[in-house]
Each structure stands twice: as structure tokens, then as C-alpha cells.
């Protein structure tokens, strides 16, 4: 039973990461076409939900937000948040 629980949250945490990657390189897409965007709510939306190093990753492969402190800030800080939480989980049910 542990190990489905895993299976899914390390499922979960990949899928989540890759989206939070994904928007970040389709809202920069969308910001040199000017055309309509992502907003950032929904961007710090998908890192609250568990895509934070996939967002933080996209901000500096794609270049994006990286000028807004509360990104620069933000990202990192929910990033911690997620990866003090995961290891609880971890320790705690697995540990």
C-alpha cells in the first residue's frame, strides 16, 4: 500500500512539474507574439499545486518573469515549501 502511495505521488509530482514547465514556455511564447496571456496567477496556481521546480526551472530556461521579484522570490520559497513536505510525508510514512 506504501509503495502505490508513492507511485503516486512521484507520479503526480512529475506530471505537475512538467505542466509548470510547460506554461511557462507557452506564456513566454504568447508574450513575444503579444498575444493574450497566461496570467500569473495561474502560473503561481500551478506551482502552489506541486509544479514549482518545473516552474522555476522554466524561468530561467525560457527567461521569463525573471525581472518580477515576486517570481524570483516566490518559485524558490513554494519550491522549499514542497520539498520540506515531501520529506515529512516521506519520513513519516516511509522513514
Known amino acids: 500500500m506504501h509503495l502505490n502511495f508513492l507511485s503516486i505521488i512521484v507520479f503526480y509530482s512529475f506530471i505537475m512539474n512538467i505542466a509548470g514547465l510547460a506554461v511557462m514556455g507557452i506564456d513566454k511564447s504568447r508574450a513575444k507574439r503579444h498575444v493574450w496571456r497566461i ?29 518580477h521579484w515576486y517570481f524570483v522570490i516566490g518559485m524558490p520559497v513554494i ?13 513519516r510514512f516511509f522513514g
Open 39 to 67: 496570467p500569473e496567477a495561474t502560473l503561481f496556481l500551478v506551482s502552489l499545486l506541486g509544479g514549482s521546480i518545473g516552474t522555476w526551472g522554466g524561468m530561467y530556461l525560457f527567461r521569463h518573469k525573471t525581472k
Open 79 to 91: 519550491g522549499m515549501f514542497h520539498m520540506a513536505l515531501a520529506g515529512y510525508v516521506f519520513f
